[in-house]
């Protein structure tokens, strides 16, 4: 009878190692998934926080369409805009503040190469720098300069195309 008792114990204790074994093995195996399921849930996370936020830049940008064009108007005036300050002004309404003129705003940020633009990048324009624009998408930019004032133009023909010069990222 004190065989038959040990016996058991033996069994049972093998038995709850053998299922504390397979339960850590699992456990283990499952853990990178986890981990690699997480840091793609942040990853998307963090492209649909970039995504809305170049959509708010771009909707508050857009209120704006046919404001007149104003050389060296002042910060935080509306009523009139030149390229940079119209810029400054709408990105700074979405929290992220640029320097006033666009040559400035043409070193903040990460370089971002004209085939991989995204709506909400900055694009600069001529040599020395002294444009800056808003890109939308679909070779689109929104800016402000002579009589049209705040405008979208196509910056993938014609003069604006010729005298694009670099772009940036500046909502990350």
Do not use: E
Request: glycine share 10%.
């Amino acid at each position: 009878m004190n065989n038959m008792k040990k016996n058991r114990l033996t069994k049972s204790l093998l038995g709850i190692t053998l299922s504390v074994s397979l339960f850590a093995s699992v456990n283990l195996i499952a853990a990178p998934q986890s981990a690699h399921a997480a840091s793609a849930a942040s990853i998307t996370a963090v492209s649909t926080s970039m995504a809305g936020k170049a959509n708010s830049v771009i909707s508050t940008g857009k209120q704006y369409l046919g404001v007149r064009y104003k050389f060296g108007a002042q910060k935080g005036n509306t009523s009139s805009f030149d390229c940079s300050s119209f810029t400054q002004y709408v990105y700074g309404k979405n929290g992220i503040n640029l320097p006033r003129s666009s040559k400035q705003q043409s070193q903040v940020g990460t370089f971002v190469p004209r085939n991989q633009l995204q709506p909400g990048d900055l694009v600069f324009f001529y040599s020395p720098i002294h444009h800056v624009g808003i890109y939308l998408g679909n070779g689109k930019v929104l800016h402000t300069y002579g009589k049209p004032g705040v405008t979208i133009s196509d910056m993938n023909s014609g003069w604006w195309s010729k005298n694009y010069k670099t772009a940036r990222r500046v909502i990350h």
